[in-house]
């Protein structure tokens, strides 16, 4: 598309994705505002429908056969692009439904909830979708003014308006020390375009452009929850609602994984050299921290928190590799990942009440005698998150495992091996209290949703299904890198 080209269906129909997103949102918000105060239940179903809507407008008109690149320059939709979009869709779904029950036990359903989770969305795509380090920027601000707001949206609960504000001074460090990267890489090539850097930028890398560099991986690892730019995210999970842990731990992580492969093995492609050093350090921080920290916690949650830590360092030794097999393997884990953690929540969500969380490690002792269904639920997706076999979980980090030794990675093979058997430990730990523990204190008894068990049955099932047939999912994954 040319600056002074116009603007036609063909131009636009890529972007529906973005454009149907911010029209919904608008839409949502209207309908809370006019009528939400009278059906307090209309908010949440509405949201639904759009999410389904927008995900059947996605399938219509947002697939692309081949890479096309949109409004001069800033967007590009691709294959890669289309399944990521799609996940979020079914990811977000997932999530509110799962936090319906869970809210209206509350009294918190409220419309700015389920505005500020599409508006989330739209900044994940945009991230998704980025072609210039300025949509990027846009991108990773919109989600990020978004969680901030979702995080401390129940205004009469302390602990997470302190954990929002948290999150908010960390994260606008992170914020400037990206824009000073980007800045710095801009005025160094005098380019904002993805693809113009990864022409532009080859070695020797003038030293401003290694420093520009150093700020981007800071402000990655920040977002991503890498050591030692971890401190907000155990804070966080563990102060917020349940239900708003629920969707950070797991939509986002699109967009993170988004933002590591659109910046750095697009972006800075020529400047490989100085970025991938500095995640090597990071990955393995992260795997430590991640995993041995997570064994002496005693709340679900912080331990959960832990735990996304240390995954993450499996993703991000997926772009260590270099490869396309690689960043395949990262993208695996990614949406395995979220699968598995959506159900965890959801069994915590499905465990709680009103006046009861039942977020700590104590709350699930002997669960299989009061609720066995829901113990074996949380069975199944502990031994996936674990890399038990025959689960979705033992082939994603196996796949890991493979990239690392094909690409001459063996002491960090080593380093991951050691840390998964580590943090085996902490998710075994959960089964055994709910199986061979008697209860102790206030029994975590499930809520009356019909509907999300189901749900979260099926969650589980998944996880089962994905690991007997891992096939498609896998195939699906490398064809996106080809």
Not at 89 to 98: E, H, M, N, S
Not at 389 to 397: D, E, S, T
Not at 440 to 452: F, K, M, T
Request: with cysteine.
């Amino acid at each position: 598309m040319t600056p002074d080209a116009p603007l036609t269906w063909s131009s636009l129909a890529p972007a529906i994705g973005e454009i149907y997103l911010a029209l919904a949102a608008c839409a949502v918000l209207m309908v809370d505002v006019f009528a939400g105060e009278r059906r307090r239940g209309l908010t949440p179903t509405l949201t639904l429908i759009a999410l389904v809507i927008g995900a059947v407008l996605l399938v219509a008109y947002g697939q692309v056969s081949a890479r096309t690149v949109l409004f001069d320059g800033m967007y590009v939709a691709d294959p890669l692009g289309f399944v990521l979009k799609l996940a979020g869709y079914g990811f977000l779904a997932v999530t509110l439904l799962y936090s319906r029950a869970y809210l209206e036990r509350r009294d918190i359903v409220r419309g700015e909830y389920y505005v500020l989770m599409l508006t989330a969305l739209l900044g994940i795509f945009v991230v998704v979708s980025a072609n210039s380090l300025l949509t990027v920027y846009i991108g990773v601000e919109l989600l990020a003014l978004s969680v901030y707001a979702i995080i401390a949206f129940d205004r009469d609960d302390r602990i997470a308006t302190e954990s929002a504000i948290k999150y908010f001074v960390l994260s606008a460090i992170a914020s400037g020390a990206l824009l000073y990267g980007m800045s710095m890489v801009y005025g160094l090539s005098g380019t904002l375009a993805l693809d113009a850097l990864a022409t532009q930028l080859h070695a020797p890398l003038s030293p401003g452009v290694v420093l520009g560099v150093v700020f981007i991986v800071v402000a990655v690892a920040f977002k991503l929850g890498a050591v030692p730019f971890h401190m907000w995210l155990p804070d966080v999970y563990q102060g917020a609602p349940t239900a708003v842990t629920l969707f950070v731990s797991t939509v986002p992580q699109i967009a993170y994984f988004a933002l590591v492969l659109r910046l750095l093995t697009y972006g800075l492609a020529g400047a490989e050299q100085a970025w991938s050093p500095m995640l090597v350090p990071l990955a393995v921080l992260t795997l430590i921290v991640g995993n041995v920290v997570a064994i002496v916690q005693t709340n679900l949650k912080r331990m959960l928190a832990y735990s996304t830590i240390g995954n993450i360092g499996f993703i991000v030794l997926g772009f260590i590799t270099g490869t396309p097999a690689g960043y395949s393997a990262a993208l695996y884990y990614t949406l395995v990942y979220v699968l598995m953690v959506l159900g965890s929540f959801g069994v915590i969500l499905l465990a709680s009440r009103k006046g009861f969380e039942a977020d700590e490690l104590e709350d699930y002792k002997g669960l299989y005698s009061r609720d066995p269904l829901l113990a074996l639920t949380m069975m199944v997706l502990m031994f996936s998150t674990a890399g038990v076999p025959p689960f979705v979980g033992f082939w994603a980090k196996l796949r890991i495992f493979q990239e690392l030794w094909a690409s001459h990675h063996p002491w960090l093979l080593g380093v991951a091996a050691t840390t998964s058997v580590i943090g085996a430990f902490y998710y075994l730990r959960v089964v055994k209290l709910m199986y061979f523990d008697a209860p102790v204190g206030e029994a975590a008894a499930g809520g009356p949703s019909s509907g999300v068990r189901w749900a979260i049955g099926i969650n589980a099932l998944a996880v089962i299904a994905l690991g007997i047939l891992p096939g498609p999912l896998l195939d699906l994954c490398a064809s996106l890198f080809r």
